[in-house]
């Protein structure tokens, strides 16, 4: 089983609209949570990080972490073009040393003019 | 603030030529650093961590090895390409707990 799973899409949404991203982990320890995104040929940029249960917010983007189902969740509100990329979930289980942060394959988002 | 900085950032090389990629960060201390390599349209795949100076773990097995000389300084070498050596190599550090920061990557052309 692998430790953080997305639905690799691709996800197409019209400008405007409300894009929803999803991802799963498998360790019930996980204390820390990262959505990252990607546009093609780039590397990933860290754009929101949650810790506790609930949603979080930051400009159009809301992140929403529920432990219990093991599930975090990105909502990227009045989509825009410029938001077309691939998003990365990444999970911190916590475990001892340095290799603790697992990612997803990905979501690959495009918004339609 | 903190940066990290990698470099080239594009290469071609002749399969069985040697290889060195180099990350170095700025502005922080004893960080925890990272090689990622990402295949074309695939996922990240872990390389190579380090915790400290000289302390290199290998996640996968293959003819590429990493060397730590300096705290903020993270190597990549191999000493013969193979065509399944292409793809995007990133580098990236953290302070445990939070999420790791990226480089903007070496594209790598195995020709």
């Known amino acids: 089983q692998k430790e953080v799973e997305q639905n690799s899409g691709p996800l197409s949404v019209p400008e405007g609209a409300i894009a929803s991203l999803n991802c799963t982990y498998s360790?019930?320890?996980?204390?820390?949570f990262f959505w990252y995104r990607q546009y093609s040929g780039k590397s990933p940029e860290l754009i929101m990080s949650i810790y506790s249960n609930g949603d979080k917010e930051d400009g159009r983007f809301t992140a929403q972490l529920n432990k219990a189902s093991q599930y975090v969740s990105l909502l990227i509100r009045d989509s825009q073009p410029s938001d077309s990329a691939t998003y990365l979930c990444?999970?911190?289980?916590?475990?001892?040393?340095?290799?603790?942060?697992?990612f997803g394959t990905g979501t690959r988002l495009t918004v339609i003019p | 603030s903190q940066t990290i900085h990698q470099w080239p950032a594009t290469l071609v090389q002749p399969v069985g030529s040697p290889l060195s990629l180099e990350c170095t960060v700025e502005?922080?201390?004893?960080?925890?650093l990272y090689w990622y390599r990402q295949a074309a349209g695939r996922g990240l795949q872990l390389l190579f961590y380090s915790v400290g100076i000289g302390q290199i773990s290998s996640e996968v097995p293959q003819n590429l090895s990493a060397s730590r000389p300096q705290d903020r300084q993270f190597i990549l070498s191999s000493k013969k390409l193979l065509l399944s050596d292409s793809g995007f190599y990133l580098c990236?550090?953290?302070?445990?707990?939070?999420?790791?920061?990226f480089g903007s990557g070496t594209r790598l052309t195995v020709v």
């Open positions: 502005g922080t201390s004893n960080p925890n």
């Open positions: 990236a550090w953290s302070v445990y707990g939070n999420g790791y920061t």
């Open positions: 360790d019930r320890g996980s204390q820390s």
């Open positions: 990444a999970v911190n289980t916590g475990q001892t040393g340095a290799n603790n942060l697992f």
